[in-house]
């Protein structure tokens, strides 16, 4: 277990953006969305990310909720990138 931890990718907090979506399965068929609602220094400084998450497991009622956490640990919870917000329609100029 701890070789598992040396050879660890370290986490990319540059590509933590508003809009994106992140996953995190646990065992027992839990599985954590988060969607980045915001991303910025609090009052010290020190940079975070809110973030609604969703909780879901198999046969068992999911439950939303909005929380914060300092951007290095999001990145390591939530490594899993699955979608982010894109424009519906992008603009061009002529």
């Known amino acids: 277990m701890l070789a ?4 660890k990718q370290p986490a990319r907090t540059d590509e ?8 995190r399965a646990h065992e027992g068929n839990i599985v954590e969305t988060a ?8 009052a010290l400084g020190i940079p975070h990310v809110t973030y609604e998450v ?8 999911k439950y939303e909720e909005r ?3 300092g951007l ?5 919870r ?6 982010a ?4 329609v992008e603009k061009h100029d002529a």
């Open 16 to 23: 933590i953006k508003v809009g994106s979506i992140y996953k």
């Open 85 to 88: 917000d894109r424009p519906a």
């Open 35 to 42: 969607k980045v609602i915001d991303v910025g220094p609090d």
């Open 72 to 76: 290095e640990s999001f990145a390591e």
């Open 67 to 69: 929380r914060t956490l």
């Open 78 to 83: 939530f490594r899993e990138s699955i979608a």
């Open 4 to 7: 598992a931890h040396w050879f």
């Open 54 to 61: 969703s909780v879901e497991r198999a046969r068992l009622a």
